[in-house]
C-alpha cells in the first residue's frame, strides 16, 4: 500500500486522516511518502515507529528536516532528492572569494530575503551570515554568490534550507545546569509570591529549555500558577517543540545536567521512555504556549515576571542588541528578571540604561525601575 502525504499536517483533521489510512492498511506493508511535510504529529511518529518494529513500513521524505528528525527519533527513512543539476556530484576546485561577500552586496541579498519571505536577517551580525551562506552554497555545489543570491530568490525550497542554516538550534536540557540552579534557589523563589507567573524563552529552540523550567517549577510546587511563552523564528523546531519527542541518545548527558541543577528526583520520572526516543509528559505542556515569533520584528509581547533569552544576541549586531533590550525593558514587569547567555553581557550594548546586576555570573539581570 502506498500513501502519499502532500503538505503540512497543519491539522489534528489532517493528521488523524493519515492515521485512519495507515489503520485501513495495517495488515499489509506500507510505504509513506512525505512529499512537503517538514514535521509531522507526535501521534504519526509513534504509529509509524509501532509499524517499523514489525517490519510493516517504508517511509520516504523530500524535506532534509523532516529526515533528521525521523532518524534522530529512531524511524528509518530514505531521503529523495529532487531531480536537479544542484544534486549532481561535484568537486569545488574553485575557493569562494572573500570578495564576492561585500557587506553591500549581503545587505542588499538579506533585503531582499525579506521582501521576499518576510524574515529579517538585515540586523544579524554580517560575519556569522555570510559563513552560514557559504555553508549551504557548498552544500549546491556553488562557488558564485550571484548565483546562489538569484536561485534562493526563485527556489522556495533552496530559500528554505538557507533559512535552517540561518537558524541555530543547539540546545540541550538544563544547558548550563548552574544557572538553572540559580534560578531555582533564587529567582524563581523570589517570584514565588506573585498569584500568576508568566515566563518567555525566547528563541526556545526544540523546546528543551521550557521543559527544562518546567520541571523546576513543578519540584517547586509553581507549576500551577505559572504560563511560560516559548516562542522561535523557525516554525519547524516550534513544532518539534510542541511534539515534545526526543531522541533517547543523549539521556545519560540530561541526567547529569538535571543532577547538577539541583534537581530532587529521577530525570525519568518526568518523560515516557520508549526505545529510541522520550516524550515529555502532557502535564507539562499544559502550561507551555510554543508559538513562532520574532522578537527583532514584532518585539513587545507582555508584562513578564522573567524572559530568558540565552545564546541568541550573540548573532546580533550591536545595534540590534540594543533595540531587543529595550523590548525585553518593555516587556517586563518592574524589577523583573532577565536572563541571558553566557557569552553575553550588558557593557557592550548599552543594556545598564535599562538592567541592573543581579547575578553577573550567571548573567542574571533585573529590570531598572
Known sequence: ??????????????????????GENCGCEIHITFLDANIVTPEVVEKIIKLQENSKCKVFVLKSYLYSYFLSLGI????????????????????????????EKVEEFLRDIY?????????????????????????????????????????????????????????????????????????????DSYSHIKIWC????????????????????MLHKVQIYATDINPYVIEEA?????????????????????????????FDITGSYIKVKDE?????????????????????????????????DIPLQRKVLRHFYNSLDVGGFLVMGKSEGMLLNGGYEY???????NKVYRRKS
Open 76 to 103: 528509518k527513512c530514505f531521503l529523495v532528492k529532487k531531480k536537479s543539476i544542484l544534486n549532481k556530484r561535484c568537486e569545488i576546485s574553485e575557493k569562494l572569494s572573500s570578495r564576492s561577500f561585500e557587506p
Open 202 to 221: 525566547v528563541g526556545c529552540s526544540n523546546g528543551k529549555e521550557p521543559y527544562s523550567l518546567a520541571i523546576i517549577l513543578k519540584e517547586l510546587g
Open 284 to 316: 507539562f505542556k499544559d502550561n507551555i504556549l510554543f508559538f513562532q515569533h520574532s522578537v527583532i520584528e514584532k518585539g513587545i509581547l507582555n508584562e513578564f515576571q522573567m524572559i530568558l533569552c540565552r545564546n541568541v544576541m550573540i548573532y546580533f
Open 355 to 361: 538592567f541592573v546586576d543581579y547575578n553577573e555570573k
Open 1 to 22: 500500500m502506498h500513501i502519499s502525504v502532500m503538505g503540512e499536517l497543519d491539522s489534528k483533521a489532517e493528521a488523524d486522516r493519515l492515521l485512519e489510512c495507515i
Open 115 to 191: 521582501d521576499k519571505y518576510g524574515f529579517d536577517f538585515t540586523e544579524y551580525r554580517k560575519d556569522s551570515i555570510i559563513r552560514r551562506i557559504k555553508i549551504s552554497m557548498l552544500r549546491y555545489c556553488m562557488t558564485c554568490f550571484e548565483e546562489f543570491r538569484k536561485l534562493v530568490l526563485t527556489d522556495q525550497d533552496v530559500f528554505e534550507q538557507l533559512f535552517l542554516d540561518f537558524s541555530i538550534n543547539t540546545t540541550n536540557f538544563f544547558r548550563d545546569p548552574e544557572v538553572f540552579t540559580f534560578l531555582k534557589e533564587r529567582v524563581l523563589l523570589c517570584l
Open 242 to 270: 510542541k511534539n515534545g519527542l526526543y531522541s533517547a541518545s543523549t539521556i545519560d548527558t540530561d541526567i547529569v545536567n538535571y543532577k547538577k541543577a539541583g534537581g530532587t528526583k529521577a530525570f525519568t520520572d518526568y
